[in-house]
């Protein structure tokens, strides 16, 4: 079965920049697979960050991005903040109703 | 103001029955997709079900496929997870949340604050 893949865990440094990216254990992430992206805090239910691979949800700040890199999506925070610090999820569509959220990645800020 | 408010966790046994519900304010509930998802103690997000603006079309994840039951009301503008033949493994914090389809994209747009369900003895 495939997978939808995330790294873990992230680093980066107050002010710089990060990439975090979805995959799938088997072949490429496209417009087709309709991917978002989630923040979530502990404790907190999830917010929408990024839809449609990369138009922002309402409120959100410009230093969240999302692309399509070469096989995968990808949501990249330009300008990192300490409040940034978050597990993310993308989600994406398998085909046939059914969705899956990657495993989600851990971004510290240090 | 778009607002879900879950309700119906609680403890449950192993083998034990129950249902989660969903209400919705703040949106014209009848024409959106609204779907349930859950992350247990400690671990991920986990799409578990989906049901169509009028109810006829739902989907599952495969783990839940004949234990799980989605169902809405819309004059009542809720959902529903009627829960079956649970398992410790179905422990977990269950959000309702809100689809959105627009410019050929689907996506979560609104959550819940999400209920606990926990199976054990």
């Known amino acids: 079965q495939t997978v939808v893949t995330q790294e873990p865990s992230f680093s980066v440094s107050p002010g710089g920049t990060v990439t975090l990216t979805c995959g799938l254990s088997?072949?490429?992430?496209?417009?087709?697979?309709?991917p978002s992206w989630y923040q979530q805090t502990p404790g907190q239910a999830p917010r929408t960050l990024i839809y449609?691979?990369?138009t922002r949800s309402s409120g959100v700040p410009d230093r969240f991005s999302g692309s399509i890199l070469g096989n995968k999506a990808a949501l990249t925070i330009t300008g990192a903040q300490a409040d940034d610090e978050s597990d993310y999820y993308c989600?994406?569509?398998?085909?046939?109703?059914?969705?899956?959220f990657g495993g989600g990645t851990k971004l510290t800020v240090l | 103001e778009v607002q879900l408010v879950e309700s119906g966790g609680g403890l449950v046994q192993p083998g034990g029955s129950l249902r989660l519900s969903c209400a919705a304010s703040?949106?014209?509930?009848?024409?959106?997709?609204m779907t349930w998802v859950r992350q247990a103690p400690g671990k991920g997000l986990e799409w578990v079900a989906s049901?169509?603006?009028?109810?006829?079309?739902?989907y599952y994840v495969d783990s839940v496929k004949g234990r799980f039951t989605i169902s809405r009301d819309n004059a009542k503008n809720s959902i529903y997870l009627h829960m079956d033949s649970l398992r410790p493994e179905d422990t977990a914090v269950y959000y309702c949340?809100?689809?959105?389809?627009?410019?050929?994209?689907?996506?979560?747009?609104?959550w819940g604050q999400g209920t606990l369900l926990t199976v054990s003895t």
């Open positions: 989600v994406l569509s398998m085909g046939g109703g059914l969705w899956m």
């Open positions: 049901i169509k603006r009028d109810g006829s079309v739902k």
């Open positions: 088997s072949g490429s992430v496209s417009t087709s697979h309709h």
């Open positions: 949340a809100r689809w959105t389809y627009s410019s050929s994209y689907f996506w979560l747009e609104y």
């Open positions: 449609g691979i990369n």
């Open positions: 703040g949106f014209t509930f009848s024409t959106y997709w």
